[in-house]
Protein backbone atom coordinates (compact mmCIF):
# COMPACT_ATOMS: atom_id res chain seq x y z
CA UNK A 1 0.00 0.00 0.00
CA UNK A 2 2.89 1.82 0.89
CA UNK A 3 4.16 1.84 -2.45
CA UNK A 4 1.44 2.29 -4.65
CA UNK A 5 0.71 5.31 -2.72
CA UNK A 6 4.51 6.66 -3.37
CA UNK A 7 4.03 5.93 -7.17
CA UNK A 8 0.80 7.82 -7.41
CA UNK A 9 2.02 10.87 -5.26
CA UNK A 10 5.66 10.96 -7.64
CA UNK A 11 3.39 10.53 -10.58
CA UNK A 12 0.96 13.06 -10.33
CA UNK A 13 2.94 16.37 -10.49
CA UNK A 14 4.44 14.41 -14.20
CA UNK A 15 1.10 14.16 -15.12
CA UNK A 16 -0.20 17.45 -14.48
CA UNK A 17 3.18 19.05 -15.95
CA UNK A 18 1.98 16.81 -19.46
CA UNK A 19 -1.25 18.41 -18.73
CA UNK A 20 -0.45 22.17 -18.49
CA UNK A 21 1.41 21.84 -21.43
CA UNK A 22 -0.83 20.34 -23.30
CA UNK A 23 -3.37 22.59 -23.00
CA UNK A 24 -1.00 25.70 -23.81
CA UNK A 25 0.34 24.22 -27.19
CA UNK A 26 -3.73 23.41 -27.76
CA UNK A 27 -4.22 27.17 -26.52
CA UNK A 28 -1.66 28.72 -28.42
CA UNK A 29 -2.61 26.48 -31.66
CA UNK A 30 -6.02 27.82 -31.68
CA UNK A 31 -4.60 30.83 -31.37
CA UNK A 32 -2.74 30.97 -34.07
CA UNK A 33 -5.34 29.21 -36.23
CA UNK A 34 -7.73 31.69 -35.19
CA UNK A 35 -5.70 34.71 -36.03
CA UNK A 36 -4.66 33.07 -39.18
CA UNK A 37 -8.42 32.71 -40.25
CA UNK A 38 -9.10 36.15 -38.85
CA UNK A 39 -6.00 37.60 -41.15
CA UNK A 40 -7.01 35.88 -44.22
CA UNK A 41 -10.44 36.92 -43.81
CA UNK A 42 -9.66 40.59 -43.25
CA UNK A 43 -7.07 40.38 -46.39
CA UNK A 44 -9.78 39.15 -48.18
CA UNK A 45 -12.37 41.12 -47.34
CA UNK A 46 -10.37 44.32 -48.09
CA UNK A 47 -9.80 43.01 -51.30
CA UNK A 48 -12.73 43.09 -52.21
CA UNK A 49 -14.04 46.33 -50.50
CA UNK A 50 -11.04 48.11 -52.98
CA UNK A 51 -11.96 46.01 -56.03
CA UNK A 52 -15.86 47.31 -55.52
CA UNK A 53 -14.41 51.06 -55.19
CA UNK A 54 -12.53 50.29 -58.38
CA UNK A 55 -15.75 50.17 -60.59
CA UNK A 56 -16.51 54.04 -61.13
CA UNK A 57 -19.34 55.83 -63.00
CA UNK A 58 -16.59 59.44 -64.64
CA UNK A 59 -17.59 61.18 -67.17
CA UNK A 60 -15.34 63.55 -68.84
CA UNK A 61 -16.77 66.55 -70.25
CA UNK A 62 -15.15 69.77 -72.03
CA UNK A 63 -11.69 68.35 -72.06
CA UNK A 64 -9.56 70.91 -72.93
CA UNK A 65 -7.48 70.69 -76.07
CA UNK A 66 -4.95 73.23 -77.69
CA UNK A 67 -5.74 73.74 -80.85
CA UNK A 68 -1.85 73.15 -81.76
CA UNK A 69 -1.75 69.52 -80.09
CA UNK A 70 -5.01 68.64 -82.95
CA UNK A 71 -3.21 70.53 -86.16
CA UNK A 72 0.21 71.44 -85.48
CA UNK A 73 2.47 73.76 -87.07
CA UNK A 74 5.31 72.73 -90.04
CA UNK A 75 8.77 73.05 -89.40
CA UNK A 76 12.46 72.17 -89.17
CA UNK A 77 14.69 71.16 -92.53
CA UNK A 78 12.15 69.00 -93.62
CA UNK A 79 9.04 70.82 -92.56
CA UNK A 80 6.94 68.40 -90.80
CA UNK A 81 4.38 68.78 -88.01
CA UNK A 82 6.11 69.96 -85.22
CA UNK A 83 4.96 68.87 -81.92
CA UNK A 84 5.29 71.75 -79.53
CA UNK A 85 2.07 70.91 -77.57
CA UNK A 86 0.68 67.50 -76.56
CA UNK A 87 -2.59 66.06 -76.64
CA UNK A 88 -2.75 65.30 -72.78
CA UNK A 89 -0.59 69.21 -71.59
CA UNK A 90 -3.86 70.40 -70.61
CA UNK A 91 -5.73 67.37 -69.52
CA UNK A 92 -6.10 68.67 -65.89
CA UNK A 93 -4.80 71.21 -62.94
CA UNK A 94 -1.75 68.85 -62.20
CA UNK A 95 -0.40 68.94 -65.61
CA UNK A 96 -0.84 72.78 -66.67
CA UNK A 97 2.37 73.75 -64.54
CA UNK A 98 4.60 71.40 -66.40
CA UNK A 99 3.35 72.27 -69.44
CA UNK A 100 5.92 75.55 -69.71
CA UNK A 101 8.38 73.61 -68.09
CA UNK A 102 12.38 72.80 -69.77
CA UNK A 103 11.07 69.87 -72.18
CA UNK A 104 13.19 66.39 -71.29
CA UNK A 105 12.81 64.01 -74.04
CA UNK A 106 14.11 60.39 -73.21
CA UNK A 107 14.68 58.31 -76.06
CA UNK A 108 14.14 54.44 -75.08
CA UNK A 109 12.29 52.40 -72.42
CA UNK A 110 15.01 49.94 -71.11
CA UNK A 111 17.06 50.19 -67.91
CA UNK A 112 18.88 53.64 -68.16
CA UNK A 113 15.95 55.38 -69.47
CA UNK A 114 13.48 54.01 -66.69
CA UNK A 115 16.05 54.45 -64.13
CA UNK A 116 16.37 57.83 -65.54
CA UNK A 117 12.65 58.56 -65.11
CA UNK A 118 12.15 57.04 -61.59
CA UNK A 119 14.75 59.33 -60.19
CA UNK A 120 13.32 62.81 -61.99
CA UNK A 121 11.73 65.13 -59.24
CA UNK A 122 7.92 65.73 -60.88
CA UNK A 123 7.60 69.06 -61.87
CA UNK A 124 11.36 69.85 -62.82
CA UNK A 125 10.58 69.27 -66.54
CA UNK A 126 8.16 68.83 -69.18
CA UNK A 127 8.80 64.89 -69.94
CA UNK A 128 8.27 63.22 -72.92
CA UNK A 129 9.25 59.00 -73.40
CA UNK A 130 9.28 58.18 -77.31
CA UNK A 131 9.50 54.51 -77.09
CA UNK A 132 8.59 51.70 -80.05
CA UNK A 133 7.51 49.54 -77.07
CA UNK A 134 4.71 51.20 -74.57
CA UNK A 135 6.29 49.03 -71.74
CA UNK A 136 9.53 48.15 -70.17
CA UNK A 137 10.86 44.84 -69.59
CA UNK A 138 13.05 43.52 -66.98
CA UNK A 139 15.61 42.09 -69.17
CA UNK A 140 17.59 39.35 -67.08
CA UNK A 141 14.63 36.96 -66.79
CA UNK A 142 14.21 37.20 -70.45
CA UNK A 143 15.89 33.49 -70.42
CA UNK A 144 13.28 31.97 -67.62
CA UNK A 145 10.21 33.24 -69.74
CA UNK A 146 11.56 32.10 -72.98
CA UNK A 147 10.76 28.42 -71.19
CA UNK A 148 8.10 29.30 -69.37
CA UNK A 149 9.71 29.40 -65.84
CA UNK A 150 8.08 32.82 -65.64
CA UNK A 151 5.09 35.06 -67.41
CA UNK A 152 6.67 37.72 -70.03
CA UNK A 153 3.59 39.41 -68.45
CA UNK A 154 5.61 39.36 -65.18
CA UNK A 155 8.34 41.14 -66.37
CA UNK A 156 6.28 44.32 -68.15
CA UNK A 157 5.42 47.49 -66.69
CA UNK A 158 3.64 50.01 -68.70
CA UNK A 159 5.34 53.07 -69.13
CA UNK A 160 2.64 55.11 -68.94
CA UNK A 161 2.07 54.09 -65.68
CA UNK A 162 6.25 54.93 -64.96
CA UNK A 163 5.53 58.74 -66.32
CA UNK A 164 1.99 59.04 -64.69
CA UNK A 165 3.95 60.47 -61.64
CA UNK A 166 5.90 63.28 -63.69
CA UNK A 167 2.68 64.13 -65.52
CA UNK A 168 4.33 63.23 -68.52
CA UNK A 169 3.33 62.07 -72.02
CA UNK A 170 4.60 58.77 -74.27
CA UNK A 171 4.84 59.15 -77.99
CA UNK A 172 4.60 55.43 -79.77
CA UNK A 173 7.16 55.85 -82.41
CA UNK A 174 10.65 55.52 -83.40
CA UNK A 175 13.55 57.97 -83.37
CA UNK A 176 15.10 58.31 -86.80
CA UNK A 177 16.94 61.24 -86.96
CA UNK A 178 18.28 64.77 -84.95
CA UNK A 179 18.48 68.21 -86.12
CA UNK A 180 20.84 69.71 -83.36
CA UNK A 181 20.72 72.81 -84.31
CA UNK A 182 16.99 73.56 -83.60
CA UNK A 183 16.77 70.96 -80.81
CA UNK A 184 14.53 68.58 -82.92
CA UNK A 185 14.05 65.18 -82.91
CA UNK A 186 12.51 63.05 -86.10
CA UNK A 187 10.13 60.38 -85.06
CA UNK A 188 8.56 57.97 -87.23
CA UNK A 189 5.23 56.82 -86.02
CA UNK A 190 2.93 54.27 -87.61
CA UNK A 191 -0.99 54.49 -88.16
CA UNK A 192 -3.42 51.72 -87.81
CA UNK A 193 -3.56 51.42 -91.62
CA UNK A 194 0.21 50.94 -91.10
CA UNK A 195 1.08 54.21 -93.04
CA UNK A 196 4.44 56.08 -91.59
CA UNK A 197 3.92 59.69 -90.82
CA UNK A 198 6.74 61.38 -89.68
CA UNK A 199 7.07 64.34 -86.80
CA UNK A 200 9.31 66.51 -84.94
CA UNK A 201 9.23 66.67 -81.23
CA UNK A 202 11.70 69.63 -79.91
CA UNK A 203 13.70 69.49 -76.99
CA UNK A 204 15.98 71.24 -74.61
CA UNK A 205 17.22 68.22 -72.75
CA UNK A 206 17.39 64.99 -75.32
CA UNK A 207 18.36 61.36 -73.57
CA UNK A 208 19.45 58.59 -75.88
CA UNK A 209 18.63 55.27 -74.19
CA UNK A 210 17.83 53.40 -77.18
CA UNK A 211 20.06 50.28 -75.83
CA UNK A 212 22.01 48.33 -78.92
CA UNK A 213 21.61 45.32 -81.29
CA UNK A 214 23.01 42.08 -81.56
CA UNK A 215 26.54 42.33 -83.17
CA UNK A 216 26.29 39.95 -86.35
CA UNK A 217 30.53 39.46 -86.85
CA UNK A 218 29.88 39.03 -90.16
CA UNK A 219 28.39 35.73 -90.29
CA UNK A 220 26.08 34.90 -93.17
CA UNK A 221 23.02 32.94 -91.83
CA UNK A 222 21.89 34.86 -88.94
CA UNK A 223 18.25 35.04 -90.44
CA UNK A 224 18.02 31.65 -89.11
CA UNK A 225 18.67 32.19 -85.50
CA UNK A 226 16.98 33.77 -82.78
CA UNK A 227 17.56 36.52 -80.07
CA UNK A 228 16.75 36.90 -76.73
CA UNK A 229 16.32 40.65 -76.23
CA UNK A 230 13.16 41.41 -76.06
CA UNK A 231 9.58 39.83 -74.72
CA UNK A 232 8.77 38.95 -78.78
CA UNK A 233 12.09 37.42 -79.09
CA UNK A 234 11.24 35.28 -75.63
CA UNK A 235 7.53 34.05 -76.71
CA UNK A 236 9.33 32.96 -80.34
CA UNK A 237 11.46 31.30 -78.62
CA UNK A 238 9.00 29.52 -76.67
CA UNK A 239 6.99 28.40 -79.57
CA UNK A 240 9.96 26.96 -81.41
CA UNK A 241 11.52 24.75 -78.14
CA UNK A 242 7.85 22.91 -77.94
CA UNK A 243 7.42 22.73 -81.42
CA UNK A 244 10.45 21.00 -82.09
CA UNK A 245 9.32 18.56 -78.60
CA UNK A 246 5.87 18.11 -79.96
CA UNK A 247 7.29 17.10 -83.70
CA UNK A 248 10.02 15.26 -82.44
CA UNK A 249 7.22 13.23 -80.58
CA UNK A 250 5.50 12.25 -83.51
CA UNK A 251 5.64 8.59 -84.88
CA UNK A 252 6.20 9.73 -88.00
CA UNK A 253 9.68 11.55 -87.37
CA UNK A 254 12.59 9.70 -88.28
CA UNK A 255 15.58 9.50 -85.52
CA UNK A 256 17.66 11.83 -87.32
CA UNK A 257 14.95 14.33 -87.32
CA UNK A 258 14.43 13.92 -83.89
CA UNK A 259 17.67 14.44 -82.93
CA UNK A 260 18.05 17.40 -85.10
CA UNK A 261 14.89 18.53 -83.27
CA UNK A 262 16.04 18.26 -80.03
CA UNK A 263 19.53 19.61 -80.93
CA UNK A 264 19.74 23.48 -79.09
CA UNK A 265 22.64 25.21 -80.08
CA UNK A 266 23.57 28.57 -78.40
CA UNK A 267 26.21 31.09 -79.77
CA UNK A 268 28.09 32.64 -76.84
CA UNK A 269 28.78 32.03 -73.13
CA UNK A 270 27.94 34.88 -71.56
CA UNK A 271 25.19 35.47 -69.16
CA UNK A 272 22.19 35.48 -71.68
CA UNK A 273 23.90 32.30 -73.67
CA UNK A 274 24.74 30.49 -70.51
CA UNK A 275 21.46 31.17 -68.52
CA UNK A 276 19.19 30.01 -71.78
CA UNK A 277 21.33 26.86 -72.14
CA UNK A 278 20.51 26.44 -68.49
CA UNK A 279 17.09 27.32 -68.61
CA UNK A 280 16.16 24.70 -71.37
CA UNK A 281 18.15 21.83 -69.12
CA UNK A 282 16.00 22.64 -66.08
CA UNK A 283 12.85 22.79 -68.66
CA UNK A 284 14.36 19.45 -69.84
CA UNK A 285 14.61 17.87 -66.79
CA UNK A 286 11.32 19.12 -64.95
CA UNK A 287 9.05 18.92 -66.98
CA UNK A 288 9.76 17.48 -70.79
CA UNK A 289 10.48 13.89 -68.47
CA UNK A 290 7.48 14.09 -66.80
CA UNK A 291 5.25 14.88 -70.23
CA UNK A 292 6.79 13.99 -73.37
CA UNK A 293 8.11 10.31 -74.19
CA UNK A 294 10.98 9.29 -72.29
CA UNK A 295 13.23 9.32 -75.49
CA UNK A 296 12.61 12.89 -76.37
CA UNK A 297 14.35 13.70 -73.11
CA UNK A 298 16.80 10.85 -73.70
CA UNK A 299 18.15 11.96 -77.45
CA UNK A 300 17.95 16.15 -76.05
CA UNK A 301 21.26 17.51 -76.42
CA UNK A 302 22.59 21.30 -75.53
CA UNK A 303 25.57 22.93 -76.86
CA UNK A 304 26.94 26.48 -75.87
CA UNK A 305 29.59 27.37 -78.63
CA UNK A 306 32.26 30.58 -77.29
CA UNK A 307 34.74 32.15 -79.20
CA UNK A 308 37.02 32.69 -75.66
CA UNK A 309 38.65 30.15 -73.65
CA UNK A 310 36.11 30.18 -71.33
CA UNK A 311 32.05 31.07 -70.62
CA UNK A 312 31.60 33.96 -68.34
CA UNK A 313 34.67 35.30 -68.86
CA UNK A 314 33.85 38.48 -67.61
CA UNK A 315 33.57 36.91 -64.16
CA UNK A 316 36.35 35.58 -62.02
CA UNK A 317 38.32 32.44 -62.55
CA UNK A 318 36.62 30.52 -59.72
CA UNK A 319 32.85 30.94 -61.14
CA UNK A 320 33.84 30.69 -64.85
CA UNK A 321 35.65 26.93 -63.87
CA UNK A 322 32.60 26.49 -61.61
CA UNK A 323 30.20 27.07 -64.23
CA UNK A 324 31.59 24.60 -66.56
CA UNK A 325 31.62 22.17 -64.43
CA UNK A 326 28.18 22.48 -63.70
CA UNK A 327 27.62 22.03 -67.17
CA UNK A 328 30.06 19.05 -67.71
CA UNK A 329 27.84 17.10 -65.12
CA UNK A 330 24.39 18.31 -66.39
CA UNK A 331 25.97 16.82 -69.88
CA UNK A 332 25.49 19.98 -71.72
CA UNK A 333 28.65 20.60 -73.93
CA UNK A 334 31.00 23.36 -74.43
CA UNK A 335 32.68 24.09 -77.61
CA UNK A 336 35.03 26.46 -76.20
CA UNK A 337 37.51 28.94 -78.58
CA UNK A 338 35.53 28.08 -81.57
CA UNK A 339 33.78 30.81 -84.20
CA UNK A 340 31.12 30.30 -85.59
CA UNK A 341 31.48 30.39 -89.28
CA UNK A 342 27.89 29.91 -90.87
CA UNK A 343 24.55 29.30 -89.98
CA UNK A 344 22.22 27.07 -92.11
CA UNK A 345 18.29 26.04 -91.66
CA UNK A 346 19.34 22.76 -90.45
CA UNK A 347 22.94 23.08 -89.19
CA UNK A 348 25.51 25.05 -87.50
CA UNK A 349 29.15 25.25 -89.03
CA UNK A 350 32.12 26.53 -86.57
CA UNK A 351 35.50 25.95 -86.58
CA UNK A 352 38.19 25.35 -84.10
CA UNK A 353 42.15 25.22 -84.25
CA UNK A 354 44.08 22.49 -83.22
CA UNK A 355 46.49 22.88 -80.64
CA UNK A 356 49.65 20.76 -82.39
CA UNK A 357 49.19 21.41 -85.64
CA UNK A 358 47.43 24.77 -85.91
CA UNK A 359 45.41 23.78 -88.21
CA UNK A 360 41.66 25.59 -88.94
CA UNK A 361 39.41 22.12 -88.23
CA UNK A 362 35.47 22.58 -89.34
CA UNK A 363 32.76 20.99 -87.72
CA UNK A 364 28.64 20.88 -88.04
CA UNK A 365 26.04 20.60 -85.59
CA UNK A 366 22.60 19.81 -86.58
CA UNK A 367 19.80 21.63 -85.24
CA UNK A 368 16.21 23.42 -85.59
CA UNK A 369 17.34 26.07 -82.86
CA UNK A 370 20.16 28.38 -82.41
CA UNK A 371 20.39 31.34 -80.42
CA UNK A 372 23.04 34.38 -80.87
CA UNK A 373 23.60 36.19 -78.29
CA UNK A 374 27.40 37.28 -79.33
CA UNK A 375 28.08 40.97 -78.19
CA UNK A 376 26.65 44.32 -79.07
CA UNK A 377 26.36 47.03 -82.62
CA UNK A 378 25.08 50.37 -83.03
CA UNK A 379 21.34 50.62 -83.13
CA UNK A 380 20.47 52.58 -86.56
CA UNK A 381 19.17 55.98 -84.25
CA UNK A 382 22.45 55.47 -82.48
CA UNK A 383 24.62 55.00 -85.85
CA UNK A 384 22.92 58.21 -87.03
CA UNK A 385 23.77 60.47 -84.50
CA UNK A 386 27.07 59.72 -84.19
CA UNK A 387 27.15 59.69 -88.48
CA UNK A 388 26.78 63.56 -87.85
CA UNK A 389 29.42 64.62 -85.21
CA UNK A 390 32.57 64.08 -87.00
CA UNK A 391 34.29 63.03 -83.66
CA UNK A 392 32.42 60.45 -82.89
CA UNK A 393 34.76 57.24 -83.75
CA UNK A 394 33.85 54.63 -81.91
CA UNK A 395 32.15 51.88 -83.93
CA UNK A 396 29.73 50.30 -81.11
CA UNK A 397 28.42 52.95 -79.34
CA UNK A 398 28.48 57.26 -78.75
CA UNK A 399 30.79 58.23 -77.30
CA UNK A 400 30.07 60.43 -74.29
CA UNK A 401 32.41 62.49 -71.67
CA UNK A 402 32.33 62.26 -67.71
CA UNK A 403 28.96 63.75 -67.29
CA UNK A 404 27.21 61.60 -69.81
CA UNK A 405 26.93 64.17 -72.41
CA UNK A 406 27.40 63.44 -76.51
CA UNK A 407 30.71 64.48 -77.56
CA UNK A 408 30.72 67.05 -80.25
CA UNK A 409 26.61 68.06 -79.39
CA UNK A 410 26.00 71.47 -78.23
CA UNK A 411 27.17 71.48 -74.41
CA UNK A 412 23.81 70.56 -72.20
CA UNK A 413 22.13 70.01 -74.84
CA UNK A 414 22.08 66.05 -75.61
CA UNK A 415 22.86 63.21 -73.31
CA UNK A 416 23.30 59.17 -73.76
CA UNK A 417 23.23 55.98 -71.08
CA UNK A 418 23.29 52.25 -71.13
CA UNK A 419 24.42 50.21 -74.07
CA UNK A 420 24.39 52.58 -76.76
CA UNK A 421 26.79 54.65 -75.12
CA UNK A 422 30.30 54.48 -73.81
CA UNK A 423 32.37 56.88 -71.58
CA UNK A 424 35.32 58.37 -73.15
CA UNK A 425 38.94 56.77 -72.04
CA UNK A 426 41.70 58.82 -74.82
CA UNK A 427 43.04 61.27 -73.00
CA UNK A 428 45.76 62.04 -75.55
CA UNK A 429 42.43 64.10 -77.39
CA UNK A 430 42.61 65.99 -74.43
CA UNK A 431 46.09 66.79 -74.78
CA UNK A 432 46.57 70.83 -76.00
CA UNK A 433 43.92 71.78 -73.47
CA UNK A 434 45.51 70.21 -70.33
CA UNK A 435 48.95 71.64 -71.25
CA UNK A 436 47.21 74.55 -71.46
CA UNK A 437 45.31 74.93 -68.03
CA UNK A 438 48.47 72.93 -66.32
CA UNK A 439 51.57 75.11 -67.84
CA UNK A 440 51.37 77.86 -65.44
CA UNK A 441 55.02 79.77 -66.78
CA UNK A 442 53.86 78.88 -70.34
CA UNK A 443 57.01 77.76 -70.89
CA UNK A 444 55.37 74.75 -73.17
CA UNK A 445 56.69 72.16 -71.21
CA UNK A 446 55.25 70.75 -67.92
CA UNK A 447 57.14 70.68 -64.75
CA UNK A 448 56.59 68.12 -61.78
CA UNK A 449 54.21 71.42 -59.78
CA UNK A 450 52.68 71.41 -63.37
CA UNK A 451 52.14 67.55 -63.61
CA UNK A 452 50.36 67.07 -60.18
CA UNK A 453 47.99 69.91 -61.22
CA UNK A 454 47.31 68.38 -64.65
CA UNK A 455 46.60 64.73 -63.38
CA UNK A 456 43.71 66.20 -60.75
CA UNK A 457 42.56 67.65 -64.01
CA UNK A 458 42.56 64.33 -65.90
CA UNK A 459 41.16 62.73 -62.57
CA UNK A 460 38.09 65.07 -62.31
CA UNK A 461 37.85 64.93 -66.12
CA UNK A 462 37.96 61.36 -66.84
CA UNK A 463 37.64 59.27 -63.85
CA UNK A 464 38.33 56.30 -65.41
CA UNK A 465 41.99 57.27 -65.23
CA UNK A 466 42.41 57.11 -61.80
CA UNK A 467 43.58 54.33 -60.49
CA UNK A 468 46.21 55.01 -63.14
CA UNK A 469 47.30 58.02 -62.24
CA UNK A 470 47.94 56.76 -58.17
CA UNK A 471 52.31 57.06 -58.73
CA UNK A 472 52.26 60.58 -60.10
CA UNK A 473 56.41 61.16 -59.37
CA UNK A 474 57.32 57.31 -60.63
CA UNK A 475 55.25 58.02 -63.93
CA UNK A 476 56.96 61.24 -64.16
CA UNK A 477 60.09 60.11 -63.72
CA UNK A 478 59.42 57.21 -66.29
CA UNK A 479 58.25 59.01 -69.47
CA UNK A 480 61.03 62.26 -68.97
CA UNK A 481 63.47 60.37 -71.39
CA UNK A 482 65.66 63.07 -71.50
CA UNK A 483 65.84 63.73 -67.60
CA UNK A 484 65.26 67.71 -67.74
CA UNK A 485 62.71 67.47 -64.89
CA UNK A 486 60.01 68.30 -67.51
CA UNK A 487 57.42 66.82 -69.72
CA UNK A 488 57.64 67.92 -73.05
CA UNK A 489 54.58 67.53 -75.90
CA UNK A 490 55.73 64.65 -77.33
CA UNK A 491 56.65 62.96 -73.90
CA UNK A 492 53.05 63.79 -72.43
CA UNK A 493 51.68 62.65 -75.81
CA UNK A 494 53.31 58.93 -75.23
CA UNK A 495 52.47 59.11 -71.58
CA UNK A 496 48.96 59.80 -71.85
CA UNK A 497 48.58 57.60 -74.91
CA UNK A 498 49.35 54.43 -72.87
CA UNK A 499 47.18 55.55 -69.63
CA UNK A 500 44.47 55.55 -72.17
CA UNK A 501 44.81 52.15 -73.33
CA UNK A 502 45.03 50.86 -69.83
CA UNK A 503 41.38 52.41 -69.29
CA UNK A 504 38.63 49.28 -69.64
CA UNK A 505 35.61 50.37 -70.77
CA UNK A 506 32.35 49.75 -68.55
CA UNK A 507 30.48 46.65 -69.41
CA UNK A 508 27.34 47.27 -71.33
CA UNK A 509 25.27 45.96 -68.69
CA UNK A 510 22.00 47.06 -66.68
CA UNK A 511 23.78 47.86 -63.98
CA UNK A 512 25.59 50.22 -65.77
CA UNK A 513 22.67 51.67 -67.49
CA UNK A 514 20.82 51.99 -64.00
CA UNK A 515 22.99 53.52 -62.00
CA UNK A 516 23.59 56.40 -65.55
CA UNK A 517 19.94 56.59 -65.22
CA UNK A 518 19.66 57.25 -61.55
CA UNK A 519 22.64 59.97 -61.75
CA UNK A 520 21.49 62.00 -64.42
CA UNK A 521 18.16 62.22 -62.75
CA UNK A 522 19.58 63.53 -59.66
CA UNK A 523 21.98 66.18 -61.86
CA UNK A 524 18.34 66.82 -63.71
CA UNK A 525 16.60 67.96 -60.89
CA UNK A 526 20.07 69.71 -59.38
CA UNK A 527 20.05 71.78 -63.31
CA UNK A 528 15.95 72.52 -62.43
CA UNK A 529 16.22 73.86 -58.68
CA UNK A 530 19.87 76.21 -59.20
CA UNK A 531 18.73 77.25 -62.41
CA UNK A 532 17.81 81.03 -61.32
CA UNK A 533 21.09 80.92 -59.32
CA UNK A 534 23.40 79.89 -61.93
CA UNK A 535 21.88 82.25 -64.36
CA UNK A 536 22.36 84.60 -61.56
CA UNK A 537 26.28 84.14 -61.64
CA UNK A 538 26.46 84.82 -65.73
CA UNK A 539 26.99 80.90 -65.79
CA UNK A 540 24.74 78.82 -68.35
CA UNK A 541 21.90 76.95 -66.66
CA UNK A 542 23.26 73.93 -69.02
CA UNK A 543 26.50 74.16 -67.15
CA UNK A 544 26.55 70.19 -65.17
CA UNK A 545 30.18 70.68 -64.16
CA UNK A 546 28.31 73.69 -61.61
CA UNK A 547 26.47 71.15 -60.01
CA UNK A 548 27.13 67.67 -60.26
CA UNK A 549 30.71 65.68 -60.14
CA UNK A 550 31.30 63.19 -63.48
CA UNK A 551 29.45 60.13 -62.91
CA UNK A 552 31.67 57.27 -61.64
CA UNK A 553 30.64 53.70 -61.81
CA UNK A 554 30.71 51.53 -58.69
CA UNK A 555 30.09 47.56 -59.67
CA UNK A 556 27.87 45.55 -57.41
CA UNK A 557 28.42 42.94 -58.38
CA UNK A 558 27.73 40.04 -61.39
CA UNK A 559 25.38 36.98 -61.25
CA UNK A 560 24.14 34.62 -63.50
CA UNK A 561 21.82 31.18 -63.28
CA UNK A 562 23.34 27.99 -64.51
CA UNK A 563 20.43 25.44 -63.62
CA UNK A 564 19.06 24.96 -60.46
CA UNK A 565 22.50 27.30 -58.99
CA UNK A 566 23.60 30.58 -59.37
CA UNK A 567 26.95 32.42 -59.49
CA UNK A 568 27.65 35.87 -58.01
CA UNK A 569 31.14 38.06 -58.37
CA UNK A 570 31.06 40.94 -55.77
CA UNK A 571 33.78 43.35 -55.49
CA UNK A 572 36.70 40.27 -56.22
CA UNK A 573 34.45 37.68 -53.88
CA UNK A 574 33.35 35.05 -55.88
CA UNK A 575 30.37 33.19 -54.31
CA UNK A 576 29.01 30.15 -56.09
CA UNK A 577 26.51 27.48 -54.79
CA UNK A 578 23.49 25.18 -55.52
CA UNK A 579 19.58 26.03 -54.05
CA UNK A 580 20.14 28.09 -51.91
CA UNK A 581 22.34 30.40 -54.66
CA UNK A 582 19.82 30.08 -56.67
CA UNK A 583 16.99 31.32 -54.01
CA UNK A 584 19.51 34.67 -53.20
CA UNK A 585 19.81 35.18 -57.32
CA UNK A 586 15.65 35.09 -57.35
CA UNK A 587 15.92 37.44 -54.01
CA UNK A 588 17.93 39.94 -55.48
CA UNK A 589 15.98 40.10 -59.24
CA UNK A 590 12.82 40.54 -57.16
CA UNK A 591 13.84 43.56 -54.96
CA UNK A 592 14.91 44.97 -58.26
CA UNK A 593 11.58 44.49 -60.13
CA UNK A 594 10.33 48.02 -61.42
CA UNK A 595 6.53 47.69 -59.23
CA UNK A 596 5.25 45.91 -56.79
CA UNK A 597 2.80 44.46 -59.06
CA UNK A 598 5.71 42.81 -61.22
CA UNK A 599 7.07 41.47 -57.96
CA UNK A 600 3.77 39.89 -57.24
CA UNK A 601 2.90 38.75 -60.50
CA UNK A 602 6.97 37.14 -60.18
CA UNK A 603 6.92 35.43 -57.08
CA UNK A 604 3.61 34.05 -58.21
CA UNK A 605 4.97 32.25 -61.33
CA UNK A 606 8.03 30.85 -59.24
CA UNK A 607 5.21 29.39 -57.11
CA UNK A 608 2.76 28.10 -59.58
CA UNK A 609 6.41 26.73 -61.46
CA UNK A 610 6.99 24.55 -57.95
CA UNK A 611 3.61 23.06 -57.51
CA UNK A 612 2.40 22.72 -60.52
CA UNK A 613 5.74 23.26 -63.59
CA UNK A 614 5.87 25.04 -66.39
CA UNK A 615 3.27 25.81 -68.27
CA UNK A 616 3.82 23.58 -71.53
CA UNK A 617 1.01 24.92 -73.93
CA UNK A 618 1.79 26.39 -76.86
CA UNK A 619 0.02 30.05 -77.19
Not at 74 to 96: C, F, Q, T, W, Y
Request: net charge negative.
Amino acid sequence: MYHSVCFLSDASPSSSRILRYGRKIVKYTAFAGFSTVLGLSVFIGAVFIHDAFTYSDRHIDRVPVSPLALHPERGGPKNLPVASVLIGDEDDSAMLPVKDKPRLVVVGGGWGAVSLLQSIHPGDYHVTVISLDTFTTFTPLLPSAAVGTVSVRSLVESLRKIIARLHGQLINGRAIDLVMSDRLLEVETVAVDGEKRNIYVPYDKLVIAVGSVSSTHGVPGLEHCFQLKTVSDARTIRRRILDNFETASLPSTSEEERKRLLSFVVCGGGPTGVETAAEIFDLCQEDIINYFPQICREEVSIHVVQSREHILNTYSEAISKYAERKFQRDGVELVTSARVGEVHPDHVVYTTKDSDTGKIIEHSIPTNFVLWSTGIAMNPFTARVSSLLPNQVHKKAIEVDAQLRVKGAPLGDVYAIGDCATIETSLVSHLLELVEESDRDKDGKINFDEWQIMVKRIKKQIPMAASHLDKVRTLFDRYDSDADNALNLNELAVLLQEIGNKITALPATAQVASQQGKYLGHKFHLLATKRDMLLANDLPAATDEAVSEPFIYRHLGSLAYIGNAAVFDFDGLSFTGGLAAMYAWRSIYWSEQVSMRTRALLMIDWIVRGLWGRDLSRL
